[in-house]
């Protein structure tokens, strides 16, 4: 996959970073002198790496955005992140424009209209988590996904679950929700249906709200004020 990062500070360094590690193609955009050093320390290759503006639309030509399968906006301005989207995906039809919202005020601006397709809102993602870790005893929030409707959690098996030494394929799960994997010290299992429950482990699970407080009651303490 060949994906445009607009912006190379904190953020969009460690997004390249770890695309790059994941066999993707990668081009960041950054204009100031210290974080693009901090790219090049950080082991990203040159030829990954344009100084310039990330709204100009030759540099983002040159960059191959006529070809990219997606671009991505993580600068600290939320002007700049609007503007590249719209052209991403106004001008050059990049089939997924993802950007990163830096004022919450702003957050209502970075939808489809304005050519972004997923936004990334920190401080809304950590609101919830923050939200949902005081809720659920057990459970953490991870990751937000589909516009925030579903969440990647994570959920200690409690010692009075009544799922404990029970198989996955015994446990009736909610409809909207889908184990990942099991875990437990440094042993990671690919849950199956004979897959047993054991007290103490942690469960990765994607669900939407109401399949997380199932999850929280099947596995977890029970215990829930959402």
Not at 105 to 133: E, R
Not at 173 to 186: Q, S, V
């Amino acid at each position: 996959m060949k994906v445009i990062i607009v912006g190379g500070g904190q953020v969009g360094g460690y997004i390249a970073n770890l695309l790059v590690e994941n066999g993707n193609s990668v081009v960041v955009i950054e204009n100031k002198e210290k974080a693009l050093q901090a790219l090049k320390n950080s082991g990203l290759k040159d030829e990954c790496i344009m100084m310039g503006d990330g709204t100009d639309a030759l540099l983002l030509e040159k960059a191959g955005v006529r070809s990219c399968n997606a671009l991505v906006c993580t600068t600290g301005m939320d002007e700049t992140n609007l503007t590249a989207a719209m052209m991403a995906k106004f001008e050059y039809d990049v089939p997924k424009v993802v950007a990163r919202v830096n004022n919450p005020k702003n957050a209502w601006l970075f939808n489809a209209g304005m050519g972004v397709d997923v936004q990334i809102n920190q401080a809304n993602l950590l609101g919830h988590m923050v939200a949902d870790d005081m809720n659920y005893n057990s459970m953490m929030t991870l990751l937000k996904l589909s516009k925030g409707e579903y969440s990647i959690v994570r959920v200690r098996v409690d010692y009075h679950s009544p799922t404990v030494d029970k198989s996955i394929a015994e446990i009736e799960l909610p409809d909207k929700a889908l184990l990942i994997a099991l875990y437990e010290d440094d042993t990671l299992i690919i849950p199956h249906g004979e897959t047993v429950i054991r007290a103490g482990q942690h469960i990765l699970a994607f669900a939407d709200d109401t399949a997380m407080k199932e999850l929280n009651r099947i596995f977890g303490s029970g215990v829930s004020e959402a």
